[in-house]
């Protein structure tokens, strides 16, 4: 049985993104150890920013967060500048003063990436899952590292990354595509269906036909994004080029 999207889109000024996004996972956020998933990348940037800038000013505190990553790219260690292990330290955990005991992050140098990924599985649980998932968006679709193909209903696991994806991402490698890693450890489709819920926030036309297909478009693993169509709590914030091909009767401005 098929049910209507419940997902919430608000399309905003590329400027506003950051703002309204925190907006969002804060008012989602429990009063207390709350717990957040992170995506890494250019496309949340914005979005840690602001809530570092308000952990700043003293308007909020998160100390008391743990933090999830999204995933990890296999064979990059917590101290390389290119692992997302080094940038939710960075760009997330310091900011907002969230202790290295309160970050769980893929473990990339494993000898045995696909226990790894179980072992990661088994944490999420541990700490009772996941309150907000952040989320970004693929221009293949993906979300996560689960590519096309990737069951619906996937837990952590060890993927093989399409040329797609790493070119992409060639730009965090100085554009050399032979330095971008072919394999990561991934959050599954299953694993972040089970957030209570799911903030994805995507900028710029190169991710607008994704995104159609991801809101719009069948429940199908071609498009891994579109499982988010079966989640009760998904609020999507795209700025006005990611949001060009939706069909503008649906879209809602704030």
Same mark, same amino acid.
């Given at each position: ?111 045995? %990436? $696909?226990?790894? =990924? ?6 999420? @649980?541990?700490?009772?899952?996941? !309150?907000?998932?952040? /989320? &970004? ?83 199908? %693993? $071609?498009?891994? =994004? ?6 009760? @709590?998904?609020?999507?914030?795209? !700025?006005?080029?990611? /949001? &060009? ?10």
């Amino acid at each position: 049985m098929t049910t209507k999207s419940a997902i919430r889109l608000l399309v905003v000024e590329e400027e506003q993104v950051g703002t309204v996004a925190a907006d969002v996972v804060l008012s989602a956020l429990p009063s207390r150890q709350p717990r957040i998933g992170v995506a890494t990348g250019a496309t949340p940037l914005t979005l840690y920013w602001e809530l570092g800038r308000r952990v700043a000013s003293g308007a909020i505190d998160l100390r008391e967060s743990t933090l999830v990553a999204l995933d990890e790219y296999v064979g990059l260690g917590q101290w390389n500048p290119r692992s997302f292990a080094a940038y939710v330290r960075d760009v997330i955990a310091e900011p907002l003063h969230v202790a290295k005991g309160r970050v769980l992050v893929p473990d990339g140098l494993a000898s045995d %990436p $696909d226990r790894a =990924a179980d072992a990661f599985e088994e944490a999420i @649980a541990t700490i009772g899952g996941i !309150d907000v998932q952040i /989320a &970004g968006l693929g221009t293949n679709g993906h979300i996560g590292f689960n590519e096309p193909g990737s069951a619906l209903d996937s837990s952590s696991r060890t993927v093989e990354l399409t040329e797609q994806t790493r070119r992409d991402n060639a730009r965090f490698f100085g554009d050399r595509l032979s330095d971008v890693p072919t394999q990561a450890i991934t959050q599954g489709l299953g694993t972040i269906s089970r957030a209570r819920s799911i903030v994805l926030v995507v900028k710029g036309v190169a991710k607008a036909r994704a995104l159609q297909a991801a809101v719009h478009g069948p429940v199908t %693993p $071609d498009v891994p =994004a579109s499982v988010l169509q079966r989640h009760p @709590a998904v609020t999507v914030i795209a !700025d006005r080029e990611a /949001a &060009g091909e939706l069909r503008p009767r649906e879209e809602h401005h704030e």
